[in-house]
């Protein structure tokens, strides 16, 4: 039986609202849909919801079809996703560098459904303009001329650093949110740009904590130690390999309690700081890198993970 005039104008009504939240609400989703079918949609979300430049982010995929495996592209390198069966999404970490432009970014997302379909979309993201501080230096910084066998040391040690920084592990294997490498006060930002008559003599590439020397650190996440050694300018120095990409750094430390090749857990100790290597003072610098990017490790450590 057919509703009276005003149960139909109630019930319009009622939908035009739902339809008008729903359109709200799934703006980003439709503005992606590409050469697929809109059942095939996938969706996309962020942490950090708001990305900049310098920001590490966690994309999150739900596809309304079960997938058999999912990969993206973004700022031209390869986004690995991995699926976790608790919350049924697809989880890729990436990175934005410090200087990319503010603009419109374009995640391409290719999927294979689990009974072989190919759905391929471009999901655009806005990368929005992070401010870092500038210290201006009342003198330019001093670097003493190196003698030779300390010239090879650093030369050895640069392509050392190369071919671990150049490691992508394709799985995960961090898990949850990342932990902060101690319990300290930041002394020295991500970002900063120390310059002299206006020219950037430096960016600092990570996060300054204060540390005594002999503070125990602690991994931020599970991972692979992929580094464990002395070295010229980062003391002692430790790299782990968290897979997609993501490696994390810990530098001038006075003890290592790592070795290269080691499985650690989060939170697990991989050494004492210290001021060993180019540091003035005792501290704990650490930083993040995907594939290539330095990262602010503050960021990181303020997401939420699964
Ligand atoms: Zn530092």
């Known amino acids: 039986m057919a509703m009276n005039f005003i149960g139909k104008h109630k019930v319009t009504a009622a939908l035009l ?24 949609k996938l969706i996309v979300t962020s942490e950090p919801e708001v990305i900049v430049n310098g920001s590490p982010c966690l994309f999150r995929v739900k596809s309304r079809k079960p997938l058999r495996s999912l990969s993206g592209e973004w700022q031209g390198r390869d986004v690995f996703f991995d699926f976790d069966a608790r919350d049924g999404a697809w989880y890729g ?20 459904t689990t009974t072989g379909a190919q759905i391929s979309y471009i999901y655009p993201i806005r990368v929005g303009r992070a401010k870092y501080p500038i210290a201006h230096l009342g003198v330019p910084h001093q670097f003493t001329e190196p003698d030779d066998e300390t010239l090879a040391r650093i030369k050895e040690e640069q392509a050392l650093k190369k071919d671990a920084f150049a490691r992508v592990t394709p799985s995960r294997l961090w898990s949850g949110r990342f932990a902060a490498p101690i319990d300290s006060v930041i002394t020295n930002e991500f970002g900063i740009r120390r310059t002299f008559n206006r020219k950037v003599q430096s960016v600092h590439q990570g996060l300054d904590l204060r540390a005594d020397t002999g503070t125990p650190v602690g991994a931020m996440n599970s991972g692979v130690v992929i580094v464990a050694r002395e070295m010229f300018f980062e003391g002692g120095f430790v790299v782990i390999d968290h897979g997609q990409g993501l490696l994390t750094l810990y530098m001038h430390l006075s003890e290592i309690k790592a070795h290269e090749g080691d499985s ?21 610098h650490t ?20």
């Open 17 to 40: 609202l739902i339809a008008l939240s729903l359109a709200v609400r799934s703006e980003r989703v439709l503005a992606f849909q590409s050469n697929s079918a809109p059942r095939n």
């Open 93 to 112: 970490f990436a990175g934005v560098g410090i200087d990319v432009a503010a603009g419109r970014q374009r995640l391409r997302l290719e999927a294979t």
């Open 264 to 284: 650690v857990a989060k939170r697990q100790i991989i050494g004492l700081s210290g001021g060993t290597g180019r540091a003035t003072a005792p501290h704990l």
């Open 287 to 306: 930083g993040v890198r995907w594939q290539g990017i330095y990262i602010d490790p503050a960021t990181l450590l303020r997401m939420q993970l699964p």
